[in-house]
C-alpha cells in the first residue's frame, strides 16, 4: 500500500501546521500533489499485477486441491493429464449454457466471446505445454499442499510444462512473456 502521500502530509504539518492554509501554488502543495499522484501510480500498477496473477493462481490453487485429495502424495501422469483436462474445460459448461439462452439469429454475447477465447487459449496453451506445478514429486506435491495462498511461495514450487503428447518440459516460474 502506498504510503507516500501520508509521509509528505505528515512532514508538511508538522512545518508548516494545518494542511488547508497552504496556498495553491505553493512548492509544499506541488509536493503533496506529486505525492497523491505517485501513490496512485503504484496503485494501478499493483492492481494491473494481481489482475495478471490471478489465472496462476487460479491454476495452483486447482492443482493444489488435487495433491490434498490425494493426502498430499504426488500423482500419475495419466492422472495429471485428466487434472489438465478438467481444468482446460471448466468453462465449457457455463459457455454451452449461454450459447442456449441466446436467441436464434442473434450475435454471440460479450460473456460468450470471452468464454471462447478463454477455453480456446487454454486448449492451445495445453498443445503447446500447459504450465502446472510438478506433481508426480513428493517434495514438490508437499510443498504444492501446505501453499497458503501467497504470489511469493510459488516461485519455490518446481513448475513443468506438460503438452496433450505427453511431453514433459522444466519450466521457471513466473512465465516469462506471457505476463
Not at 501520508?6 to 509544499?28: C, F, M, N, V, W
Not at 511461495?153 to 519450466?171: C, D, E, F, N
Given at each position: ?50 489482475k ?69 487459449k ?58
Open positions: 500500500m502506498p504510503k507516500s502521500f501520508e509521509r509528505t502530509r505528515k512532514a508538511i504539518a508538522k512545518k508548516k501546521g494545518p494542511i488547508e492554509s497552504l496556498h495553491q501554488y505553493s512548492r509544499d502543495s506541488k509536493r503533496l500533489h506529486r505525492a497523491q499522484v505517485r501513490d496512485e501510480k503504484l496503485e494501478k500498477i499493483a492492481a494491473s499485477r494481481k495478471t496473477d490471478r489465472p496462476y493462481l487460479e491454476r495452483a490453487t486447482f492443482f493444489q486441491e488435487a495433491v490434498r485429495q490425494n493426502e498430499g502424495q504426488p500423482l500419475e501422469m495419466d492422472v495429471i493429464h485428466e487434472l489438465i483436462k478438467t481444468f482446460v474445460h471448466q468453462y465449457d459448461e457455463e459457455l454451452s449454457d449461454v450459447k442456449k439462452s441466446r436467441r436464434p439469429g442473434r450475435p454471440a454475447s460479450t460473456k460468450e466471446d470471452l468464454l471462447k477465447a478463454k477455453v480456446d487454454l486448449q492451445k496453451e495445453y498443445q503447446n505445454g500447459f504450465l502446472i506445478p510438478v506433481l508426480d514429486a513428493e517434495d514438490n506435491a508437499g510443498l504444492l499442499s501446505r501453499w497458503e495462498g501467497s504470489w511469493s511461495y510459488l516461485t519455490t514450487v518446481k513448475w513443468v510444462r506438460i503438452s496433450s503428447a505427453g511431453q514433459v518440459q522444466p519450466s521457471s516460474f513466473p512465465p516469462r512473456g506471457e505476463h
